[in-house]
């Protein structure tokens, strides 16, 4: 607020008619100076409705008893004016006028009088100032100021409060360059300075900012935000910013409506005669549009879907923020300060990685150092290590998003660095070389070792037309190594290729003996391997060698894809020599480089059999109708349906229904809220003196 420019005090004597006296202009009246203006003074002025005096002019030539003011107003009617005053009323007023206008004791009449004269000025005279937008400030500011000091006044806070929303919509200063206002309770509309600021935006061709956006949407009277969204504002905030600017770019841009921006006011003063309506014709009013909010619900409810794990786990373990399970649940570009126990599990993984990129550690080691109580990581367990280390930029195999298995105590785990930009699922075709690194490792590995050059191969043969990204192929290596240390056993194999169906499997042969071949050569270890691979198959073990020379090996292969190991019964013409066992196929690059190039289609057969099989849910056993929720009794059960019926109780209500059902009503309260925790991880009723009753895990409860 500009300062008030200060001038010698004018004797009320001298005026012959009525005006307003602006801030900073002293006056005299009764013998006390009253500074700064702001007020009617003279002899005769008609109310804003015409139909008498103006409740707030100050006349001078009333009469003042100054030895006897009446400070309590015991002679002040309900609906005061200055010209109907008794003079010992008058005498209290214009002192406490002279005082500052700042007494807290003073009677709230007097206080209202004085405002009387600053709704008149700011409903009916103002935009014909010479300077209305810094008379607006000086006015409002010093509504604000006695609100401050008389909110104690119930009836006084209502009436400043609406009068300041009310011309709000007059105000010409931009609110976009700014925050929004906060507005800490709900209300049956946009609140005015919400609507004022939106407007301009909206008029102006402006995109919307994140924040007046989510402000817009928040205090809208149709919307309501979840759980997740109360109970961990900051983190919903800085999500919802991030997740505006992608999808909006520099912000929503949103047409303007025809409507304009208008407000009512019913004023304290009985000079109005009754209800004031404002209208700006420059601003459209954003509060009957509905389109950008439901825009903006889209948005946020995936926002707070992303957030309800990390919300959940805040729900139970309150102020647990930085550990290494809280951590973990944040979604991708939410701040956040780990805690001792989460920077030594990173640096735990990080420890151990070679010039290659990764480390293969024992799996109790990483159960040893996450929360568990049981001692063994679940589901959720090991997608929550999966996250926390991605936040670093480390990786893990088996990674349960990526079709790999929880680790169990006596596996081992493989931590690798990252690409430069992580992928959190895997891709269309990830499957497929998955499928080719875990049934190439079991060849390659078939002689006791896997060489480099095979190893090269097989990932050529893995990641060639298959459009994978960096990060992808850097898991596939580390699921490499992963493998290496534990092959897939007969039984395990056996299991996986038996729901293949049969017009298949020799698809998958001719796949086998390509991955075989991968690093140009077929050792008799690798032959012995795939003859066992085609047994599991159900393939004839005999056709190894034919498949071979049929793909990848040189020569005619008329000449060779008779050929039959020893014991096999001949049948039409001779059969070529058996080739030695102890020798090394010589193959075709040429022909090679046609058969890895038709492996994907084969491949992609196999991506899914290699993933994780889910552990068998049990069936739930059957129950009767009306049957108790969760684990609870009769009586808790009984409760509980109650409360469904209501959005809220009262402290006392809910005393009453559980002393009916011979509840203690603490042991009641915690008995619920212990049965929402153990099947939602969110509190079923929430609040002190009124409860809120969360429907949705009632629902859940109830199921």
């Known amino acids: 607020m500009p300062p008030i420019q200060r001038y010698p005090a004018l004797p009320a004597a001298t005026l012959s008619y009525a005006e307003w ?22 002899r005769s002025m008609a109310d804003a409705a015409g139909n008498g005096v103006e409740p707030a002019l100050i006349d001078p030539t009333l009469p003042v008893d ?55 000025r700011l409903l009916t005279e103002l935009p014909g100032t010479p300077d209305p937008a810094a008379e607006f400030r000086l006015l409002t500011g010093e509504v604000r100021r006695l609100l401050g000091i008389y909110r104690g006044n119930r009836s006084f806070e209502q009436y400043a409060s609406s009068l300041l929303d009310c011309v709000a919509i007059l105000d010409p200063t931009a609110r976009w360059n700014g925050p929004p206002p906060a507005f800490p309770e709900w209300t049956y509309e946009l609140p005015a300075e919400l609507r004022l600021g939106l407007g301009q935006l909206v008029a102006a061709g402006r995109p919307l900012p994140a924040d007046w956006a989510l402000a817009w949407y928040t205090h809208h009277p149709e919307t309501r935000l979840r759980t997740p969204a109360q109970r961990c504002p900051d983190e919903f905030h800085e999500l919802f910013t991030a997740r505006y600017q992608e999808r909006f770019g520099d912000g929503l841009v949103v047409k303007p409506n025809k409507t304009r921006l208008s407000s009512r006011y019913f004023p304290a003063s009985g000079g109005f005669g009754g209800e004031v309506k404002l209208e700006n014709p420059n601003l459209p009013d954003v509060g009957k549009l509905t389109g950008p909010v439901t825009k903006l619900r889209d948005l946020i409810e995936a926002v707070t879907d992303d957030l309800d794990a990390y919300s959940r786990h805040l729900g139970r373990h309150p102020g647990d923020t930085g550990s290494p399970a809280a951590v973990a649940l944040l979604p991708k570009g939410v701040s956040y300060r780990a805690d001792e126990r989460t920077e030594r599990f990173w640096s735990w993984a990080a420890r151990g990685i070679d010039d290659n ?20 990581l679940a589901r959720a367990d090991a997608v929550a290590v999966a996250q926390l280390l991605e936040k670093r930029g480390l990786g893990i195999e088996p990674d349960v998003r990526f079709g790999g298995g929880v680790p169990t105590p006596t596996s081992s785990v493989v931590v690798f ?43 050529d043969l893995a990641f060639s037309g298959l459009d994978l990204s960096t990060d992808e192929r850097i898991r596939l290596d580390a699921h490499a190594a992963l493998v290496l240390t534990k092959p897939p056993t007969a039984a395990a194999l056996r299991r996986r290729l038996s729901v293949l169906p049969d017009e298949h499997r020799a698809d998958v042969g001719r796949l086998l003996t390509t991955i075989a071949a991968a690093d140009g050569r077929v050792t008799p270890d690798e032959v012995r391997t795939l003859e066992k691979l085609f047994r599991e198959l159900g ?26 190991l020893p014991g096999a019964t001949p049948a039409g013409r001779a059969i070529p020599a058996q ?14 480089a046609r058969t ?15 993933a994780e099989e889910p552990e068998p849910v049990p069936a739930p056993p059957p129950v009767a109708a009306q049957a108790t929720a969760a684990e609870l009794d009769a009586a808790h059960t009984t409760l509980l349906r109650q409360l469904v019926e209501k959005d809220t109780v009262t402290r006392g209500e809910f005393d009453d229904l559980a002393v009916a059902l011979a509840l203690l009503p603490g042991g009641a309260l915690e008995v619920l809220n212990e049965a ?28």
């Open 21 to 42: 006296v602006p801030a900073g202009r002293d006056v005299k009246v009764a013998g006390l100076v009253i500074r700064g203006g702001m007020l009617y003074l003279g």
């Open 66 to 120: 100054g030895a006897r003011p009446d400070w309590t107003g015991e002679t002040m009617d309900y609906w005061p004016s200055y010209s109907d005053i008794s003079p010992r009323g008058r005498a209290a007023y214009l002192a406490w006028l002279a005082g500052g206008r700042s007494n807290p004791r003073a009677y709230i009449g007097y206080v209202f009088v004085y405002f009387y004269g600053l709704e008149r």
């Open 357 to 376: 990129g990764r480390s293969v550690v024992p799996a109790q080691e990483l159960i040893e150092r996450w929360p568990t109580i049981t001692g063994k």
């Open 417 to 459: 660095r990252r690409g430069e930009e992580p992928v959190s699922a895997p891709g269309p075709r990830y499957g497929t070389a998955l499928a080719i690194i875990n049934l190439g490792t079991l060849v390659a590995a078939a002689d006791g070792t896997v060489t480099e050059p095979e190893r090269a191969a097989l990932r």
């Open 539 to 564: 393939l004839d073990p005999n056709d190894v060698y034919s498949t071979l020379h049929a793909t990848v090996v040189a020569g005619e292969p008329d000449e060779l894809t008779s050929v039959r």
């Open 579 to 592: 080739p030695e066992r102890t020798a090394t196929l010589t193959l075709d690059p040429a022909r090679l």
């Open 596 to 610: 890895r190039a038709e492996s994907a289609a084969v491949a992609a057969e196999l991506a899914e059999i290699f």
């Open 676 to 703: 929402a925790l153990d099947a939602t991880d969110e509190l079923l009723i929430e609040g002190e003196d009124s409860f809120e009753i969360n429907h949705d895990i009632a629902k859940d409860i109830l199921q």
